[in-house]
Structure formats: C-alpha cells, structure tokens
C-alpha cells in the first residue's frame, strides 16, 4: 500500500473551515500521481512518451468524518485490479488513525490524441500489479 502526506489549506476548505466534500478526490488522485512516479512511471512521462492519459470512470466515496484547516492528513492508496486498460484501487484518507474518507475509484488509459482507450505499458502493468490484491508495493 503506497502512501502520501498532505496538509489542509484554506483554499480546500469551505467557511467553517471544513474540507469540502470534493477536495477528497483531489487528495486522492495526487497520492496515485505520487505512486505512479514511486513506481517510476509519472504521469508526464507516460504522456510524453506514450501519449497515455487517466479518466477516472466511477468513484464510489464514503465520507466517514470531517477534515479541517491545517489538518496533516495521510491518504492510502492499494491496486485491486489491474487490466491491460483499467485499474481499480482502494483509496482512503486519515487524520492520524481516525478514518475520513474511503473511496473504490475504477480508471481507465486514453490515448491523449484520439481521446480512445488504449493500452498501458507493458512495464507499467508489472510495476503496478507488483501491488495487486494487497501485495507490498
């Protein structure tokens, strides 16, 4: 499971000082651009090179509890399933051991050109199945 740190600011949060709701998909998806570059293929090169991008297809999210201003939160991210053109991740965010967020996101590759599904990368698919089904990354 891969692992990365973020701080609440106030530009995340709504007056009362709260994250807004849709700020948690944001988190996440800087861990998977995090973990995609500890896994040594960044979101940019995989553009440059291969012309790939990522659409999210379906985020189903449970809000468990409230984060705030200046919280250090610690968001999670865990390969359930990885195909020739989707993957699918378990993903949650913590304040500490206190539970905030949980969300099962689905992705899919687009070629960045024809906006069309297209493959990953051979090395891409084995670096991110080394994490498959829980196993350490």
């Given amino acids: 499971m891969f692992r990365s740190n973020h701080r609440v600011y ?10 807004y709701h849709s700020n948690y998909l944001n988190f996440m998806e800087r861990c ?3 973990w995609l570059e500890a ?3 960044d979101v940019v090169s995989l553009e440059q090179n291969h012309q790939l991008q990522w659409v ?12 705030r201003l200046f919280d250090e939160l610690t968001v999670s991210c865990e390969v359930l399933h990885v195909g020739k053109v989707k993957l699918e991740v378990q993903q949650a965010v913590y304040n500490g051991a206190e539970l ?3 969300a099962r ?5 687009l ?3 024809s906006f069309k599904l297209t493959a990953m990368p051979k090395a891409l698919i084995e670096a991110m199945r080394k994490g498959e089904m ?3 990354m």
């Fill in 10 to 19: 106030y530009e995340h949060t709504d007056s009362g000082g709260v994250v």
């Fill in 32 to 34: 998977r651009c995090d």
């Fill in 39 to 41: 896994i040594g293929h």
């Fill in 56 to 67: 999210v297809k379906q985020a189903d999210v449970i809000f468990h509890a409230p984060a």
């Fill in 100 to 102: 905030l967020c949980s």
């Fill in 105 to 109: 996101i689905k992705l899919a590759t």
């Fill in 111 to 113: 070629n960045s050109t």
């Fill in 134 to 136: 829980g196993d350490e």
